[in-house]
C-alpha cells in the first residue's frame, strides 16, 4: 500500500499561533458567516490541512481564507494550485484521498450523482462536509435494531479503506433505497414519542451507512438515484435534528450542511428547502439571527419551485423569529402575516412527508416564540396555550415542548400559580420524553419562580423538580 506523501503545512500552522485547532475553527466559521459563506470546519479540518492531507481547499473554504487573511494567495497560505491536485491522480494507489478537499473524485455540478469524468470540475461549494460519511469503520451494516432496522443488503463490500479496486462495487436498488426511507421515518417516529436526547447516538450509524451507499451507488441512474440522494439527505437532517434538540449545536451544522451540500449535488429543491429550514432554526437557537434570516430565506426561493403554501408557510415563520431575535417587531409582524395568509391555503399533496408535525398546534407555538422573544410574555403565552390545546397527545414530545413553553411564557407574564400547574404537567412527561429544548425550559421556569415559592403550587413544582435527576442537571450547568 502506497504513502500519502502528505506533506506539512508550516505556512497555515504558523498562521493558527497561539490557539487551539478547535479555536481555530471557530474563527474559520465566523468568517465564513461575514462573507455569507457556509461551511464546517472543526479541530480535525484544521489538523487535515496543517498534516498537509488537503492540499488546496474548496471553493467555500478558499473564499473563507483569503477574506480571513486579505491580500495572500492560496500559495501565501502553504496550499497547492487547485489544478496540481484535481483529479483521481491526486488519490493515493489504496483509494484513499490526499489532495483536494473533496470526498470524491471531481464531477460537473451538473453531472448525474457521481458521474465519473476526471476532467470535469467537482464546484458545489459544500463538498467538504459530505467527505466524513463516506469511510466507515469495518463492514458497513445498519446495526440498528433498537431503530427497527436490520443490515442494509450489499453493504458488505463498504470497507474501511473506501471502495477498492479489488472489490465489485454492490448494486444499489430498491431494498436499499427503501431502508434509507424507512430510517428516515423510523427516527422521526421515535423523536415524536420520546424527544432526542437518547437517539443521536444511534442514530448515527444509519446515516454512514446512507452515505456510503450513495457513494458506492454512483453507478445508479434515475428515480433510484434520486431517491437514494434524496433519503441520505432528508436521514441527515433527522439526525442533525437530533443533535440540535438535544444540544449540540456545531454537530448539527455539519448534518444540516451535509443535506445542504446533497441537495445541491443532486438538484433538489424540496431537500434543499428542508435543510435551509432547519438551518435556520438552529441559527437562531445559537443567536446567529442574521444568519438565520438569510437562510429562512434561501429556502422560501427553493420552496417557491415547488407547489407547498404549508412548506412556505412555515419558511416564513422561521424568518419571523429571526426578525424577532434582531428586535424588528414590523419585519416579524409581516413574516407572521404572511405565515397566516400560507397556512391558511390549506395542505395539499406536495406537501413533504416530513412536515407531518407542522398543523395549527405548531403555528401557535411557532408565533408564541417569536412574542416571547419580543418580550410580550403575556400575548406569547396565549398562543403557547393554545399550542398545547390543540395539540394531540400521540406527539408527547411536542406536547411536553408547548407546556414547557407556556410555562416559561406564564412565569414571565406574571402568572406563577399557572406557570406552577403548566410545568408539572411537563415532568409528568419527563420519564418518557428526553428533550435538553425541553428541559431547559423547565430550568429557566424554575429559575423564575423560585422568589415566588409563597405562591400557590409554586412550593409543590420546585420541590418537585429539584428531586428530577435530568431537571436537576440542566439547572446546575
Known amino acids: 500500500m502506497a504513502s500519502s506523501r502528505a506533506v506539512p503545512n508550516l505556512t497555515f500552522r504558523r498562521l493558527r499561533g497561539q490557539r487551539s485547532p478547535g479555536e481555530f475553527a471557530a474563527l474559520v466559521r465566523r468568517a465564513a458567516r461575514e462573507i455569507g459563506e457556509q461551511v464546517a470546519c472543526d479541530a480535525r479540518y484544521i489538523g487535515r490541512v496543517e498534516a498537509g492531507e488537503i492540499r488546496c481547499p474548496n471553493y467555500a473554504y478558499e473564499r473563507v481564507f483569503l477574506h480571513m487573511f486579505p491580500g495572500t494567495t492560496l500559495a501565501d497560505l502553504g496550499f497547492s494550485a487547485r489544478e496540481t491536485v484535481r483529479g483521481r491522480a491526486a488519490r493515493t494507489t489504496d483509494g484513499g484521498p490526499t489532495g483536494a478537499d473533496s470526498a470524491l473524485a471531481p464531477h460537473s455540478a451538473t453531472d448525474p450523482i457521481g458521474s465519473d469524468s476526471s476532467n470535469s470540475t467537482y464546484s458545489n461549494e459544500e463538498s467538504d462536509v459530505l467527505r466524513r460519511a463516506f469511510m466507515t469503520s469495518g463492514t458497513v451494516t445498519m446495526a440498528a435494531a433498537s431503530l427497527g432496522f ?39 417516529l421515535l423523536d415524536d414519542r420520546h424527544g432526542a436526547d437518547g437517539l443521536y447516538q444511534r442514530a448515527a450509524q444509519p446515516l454512514r451507512t446512507a452515505y456510503a451507499l450513495l457513494d458506492a451507488g454512483t453507478t445508479t441512474r434515475g428515480s433510484t438515484a434520486d431517491r437514494l440522494a434524496a433519503g441520505a439527505g432528508e436521514l441527515a437532517i433527522s439526525v442533525g435534528w437530533l443533535a440540535h434538540d438535544s444540544g449540540r449545536k456545531e454537530e448539527a451544522r455539519s448534518h444540516y450542511a451535509e443535506a445542504l451540500a446533497t441537495a445541491r449535488v443532486a438538484g433538489d429543491p424540496a431537500l434543499e428547502a428542508h435543510a435551509f429550514c432547519n438551518t435556520s432554526f438552529l441559527a437562531r437557537d445559537a443567536g446567529r439571527y442574521r444568519e438565520a434570516v438569510r437562510a429562512a430565506q434561501a429556502g422560501q426561493r427553493a420552496a417557491g419551485k415547488l407547489s407547498s403554501a404549508r412548506l412556505l408557510a412555515l419558511l416564513n415563520l422561521r424568518e419571523a423569529g429571526a426578525w424577532a431575535g434582531l428586535g424588528d417587531r414590523a419585519a416579524c409582524e409581516q413574516a407572521l402575516s404572511r405565515a397566516h395568509t400560507l397556512f391558511g391555503r390549506g395542505p395539499s399533496d406536495t406537501d413533504p412527508e416530513w412536515m407531518s408535525f407542522f398543523g395549527e398546534p405548531e403555528l401557535h407555538a411557532l408565533e408564541a416564540q417569536c412574542w416571547s422573544t419580543l418580550g410580550e410574555w403575556g400575548r406569547a403565552a396565549r398562543h403557547a ?75 409543590d413544582f420546585l420541590d418537585r423538580y429539584a428531586r428530577t435527576p435530568r431537571a436537576r442537571a440542566v439547572a446546575t450547568r
Open 150 to 188: 436490520g443490515p442494509l443488503p450489499n453493504t458488505e463490500a463498504l470497507r474501511a479503506d473506501g471502495l477498492r479496486a479489488d472489490v465489485p462495487r454492490p448494486r444499489i436498488g430498491e431494498p436499499e433505497v427503501r431502508a434509507v426511507e424507512e430510517a428516515v421515518r423510523q427516527i422521526r
Open 385 to 459: 396555550h393554545r399550542a398545547a390545546a390543540l395539540q394531540d397527545p400521540h406527539f408527547a414530545r411536542n406536547l411536553a415542548l408547548y407546556r414547557a413553553q407556556l410555562a416559561a411564557d406564564l412565569a414571565r407574564a406574571g402568572a406563577p400559580a399557572e406557570a406552577a400547574a403548566a410545568a408539572g404537567q411537563v415532568l409528568d412527561l419527563l420519564d418518557d420524553v428526553q428533550s435538553s429544548r425541553i428541559r431547559a425550559l423547565l430550568a429557566e421556569t424554575a429559575r423564575v419562580l423560585t422568589p415566588l415559592r409563597h405562591a400557590a403550587g409554586v412550593a
